[in-house]
């Protein structure tokens, strides 16, 4: 039932070494080609406020941003983010001082079981800095791939609205 | 003992562990750091009937960082006992790696355990599996019924429907098909085992902390003590995590074999096998009514799938039964064995399916005599319980109908089916009655008081986003007379007091209820402290007449003379007080208990392409005293969102050639997203219910999403005149 010991050197994975910025520290990993970002958050670095919803870029659970931009993280190989600068839900406060968005996710309740939580506010702060925060209409379309079974979108609209308009 | 002043309780408070989750701090199941750790990813089979002739597990051993791949040739030892607790169906659970048989398609039939993830994952696709397979039976319209009623379920019958149909004015005679619905919570299910001698931990995702200590103890053959099972944080579940499924065992199991501790999670496609579903229905209901809408008989006759191996039951007799004055009613129930895997009672289990066919045939039978439906449900409003003759401990349904009907301006509404159109869109609106049952469980709790002046207050419940860590921490701080913030709630541990599944919207009156009793037992307490101790400032004063307010005990009446916790505790050389309190709910209630809602519905249907949007809804109910109105609100809006998926979106498909579901993915399988949710209000009725609970409360969580579907399709008709008898409400059927 078990393996004999360890396997040859053929079967084992590639791996590369990368250099990244995650959260404000800069980190050289080696890295197996197969880990997405998510699995190197998650499972190799202990940064488990990301999530695994689905992990086929359809949920949203593992916003993260890249460069700025939002990105599914569970699509997106690690290893082809030399020089890239990562920002997870982990780092968007500053010490104890919340992002106006979280404090305006527990002030909206926009949340219930919390899971999709940190895809909603990274995935949020995404469409604030893109500027699709004219409407409620405009925040919908626009926070639309970010699943949240517990239902809580009236009240993460009004979130993005009160960080992006400090209503 | 002079009640306690309410502040926390029914204030609108932010939830207590906002903080936690909004900086990725709360740990979910696979979110625990343990130390060790190695990853598991279960092979599951791809056929649904049949037998496994061979597994080649060389190429996937020969992975670097491949510790072990299980399968039922090795096999491994498991006792399953019998368990009583928590195994609620008929017939016997899939055992886990214990034989050569397929009993549906998804099916557990090895594991790979590896250092890494990744390792495991490719390891895991390059077992190879071979089978001797059969034909499999999974589709409900066409398998026959199983010979006699689902388990706790009797063919019911008064008066004599028959003929009461037979002479009635007006007869309805409807067919109804509700297709399969995954829970689809976002936190897959997950599971971390580790074994530290004959003794057992797991970090699992479970709505039943208790009742998963009992399986593993069962499934394992040791002592229940011997298992703890963690949950202090759940990412959704609806339902699907009120048993523990044979994932929990396979990372027990493998824990075991492999000798360190395992991290399992289920892919996305892999919830869609295993752990549960709300199950497809095939409905006919018939109805007899005078020409003033006066019901004078309903028949239903349904049937659902279950598994082979074990009898899935629901409450989907209650509603019929109850919901209105009609003097004759039957009912048949029905179960079709498929080879499937078993459901699970998902958000208003049964209640959900049967108030979609009777609420949307009371909007039919309202059209055909020409009655307002608000109406006609309010003429067949039962006085009392119509199935138990007992008196209803509140039912307070024509009031949510009175309150929603003119907040969401019904009046204005033309009756007329596609009288209203706003450009391409045909507008309409709905209504439907929600109901759900009182249900109650026995719990306990725990409560010590510190010389700090703060309290911790614990009960193996749980906090499936419903608000627990909060709605319970205002209970307690009330109770002990402390700000909120001097208030700790812990729950989702198998060791602390135990509590009952967090299902069936029992927590709030239960574990609430509890905690009270022990709250007040530890103020109680406290206060015969302070009145027997002579260097107290009350000394001598009636308990009674004894208060206590943000940590202090003081006369009410007199705030001057009293002294705080603080004070007592150290006066005392006391370091701490503690309590332990619980609630039973007494045997047999003289009151038939159940919440009520008024759902209302506007849509707008594309009049060329059959596209359906929900404009707006509001749900108006009858729930008992709101402990936390913030975070009810949030429930009853997310309800609606669940109510809104199930009438226009969700839809599980099956290719019965193979018993594949081939929707098994966040992409196919539609839920909705924040596009399609316009804005939805919640209103509940200012009140409480004592009768059903000490703190006055009732039901909630399933209650806000029963009536939500039926109000849909009731105004897909007014819109377009069409009438779907169907879930989901597909642009196919309104072409």
Known sequence: MFGAGPADAAQASPSSRVTLTING?????????????????????????SKKGCNAGACGACTVLVDGRRVNSCLTLAVRLDGAEVTTIEGLAKGERLHPLQQAFIDHDAFQCGYCTSGQIMSGVGCIDEGHTGSPEEIREFMSGNICRCGAYVNIVRAVEQAAHGK | MSPQPQAAVGAPLSRVDGRLKVTGQAKYAADHDIDGVVHAVVVDSSIARGRITGIDTRDAEAQRGVLGVISHLDKPRLTYRQNQVSNAFPGERLHVFQDDTVRFFGQPVAVVVATTLEAAEHAASLVKVSYDAEESATDLTRGPAQDGPPPFARPYARGNAEEALGSADVRLDLAYRLS????????????????????????????????????????????????????????????????????????ALAAREIGRPVKLALTRRQMYFTVGYRPAYEYKLRLGSTRRGRLTAMTHDFKYETSRYEQFWEANLALGQMLYAVPNVSQNPQIVPLDVSTPLWMRGPGYGSSAFVIETAMDELAYKLGIDPIELRLRNEPGEDPSTQQPFSTRRLRECFRVGARAFGWRRRDPRPRSTRDGDWLIGTGVATGCYDVFRGQAQAHARLDADGTAVVQSATHDTGTGTYTSMTQVAADALGLTVRNVTFRLGDSAMPPAPAQGASQTMLSVGSAVQDTCDMLREQAIKLAVEDERSPLHGVDPDDVVVRGGRLHVKGDPARGETYRQLLARNNRTYLEARGSYTPEEESRFSMYGYAAMFAEVAVDARLGLVRVRRMLGVYDAGRIISPKLAESQAVGGMVGGIGAALLEHTVTDHRDGRIVNANLADYLVPVNADIPDLKAVYLDGEDYKAAPIGVKSLGELVQIGVAPAIANAVFHATGRRVRELPITAEALL
């Open chain 2, 180 to 251: 399969r619905n995954h829970h689809n919570p976002m936190e897959t299910h997950a599971t971390i085992a580790r074994w530290d001698g004959d003794k057992l931990t797991v970090w699992d995702k479970t709505q039943w902390v208790i009742g998963t200590q009992n399986e593993l103890a069962a499934v394992f053959g040791i002592p229940l003590e011997n298992v703890r099972v963690l949950s202090p944080f759940i990412g959704g579940a609806f339902g699907s995590a009120l048993r523990a499924w044979p994932h929990v065992t396979i990372a």
């Open chain 1, 25 to 49: 520290e800069r980190r050289t990993i080696t890295v197996d080609n197969r880990t997405s970002l998510l699995d190197l958050l998650r499972e190799h670095l202990g940064l488990t406020g």
